[in-house]
């Protein structure tokens, strides 16, 4: 597994407006996108697993506590892997 990383984005003002961006962000192998919203502050989406994917998450209002673990065996994972925590 590739290690999970976070990707700086930035963002510039001027009198005409904002633009937000994350240049550093490769898109070559994105096959999807989605726009994920929640009803209320709080919710939790979790266990979100796929074997040959990769997930980009950006937080485009408020903030998100994102966590990535490799899961070494389908069946029976270990629990002792190392968990990677980004707040968004």
């Given amino acids: ?13 001027d009198d005409r407006g904002s633009l937000s961006f994350i240049n550093d ?3 070559d192998e994105v096959r999807r996108f989605y726009v994920v919203s929640n009803h209320s502050a709080g919710l939790v989406r979790a266990w979100h697993y796929h074997r040959h994917e990769r997930k980009y998450v950006v937080v485009l209002q408020g903030a998100a506590l994102v966590q990535a673990v490799e899961v070494d065996a389908e069946e029976a994972p270990s629990r002792d892997m190392e968990i990677h925590r980004f707040v968004l």
């Fill in 25 to 27: 962000l490769d898109l």
């Fill in 1 to 13: 597994m590739e290690t999970p990383r976070l990707i700086e984005g930035g963002l510039a003002v």
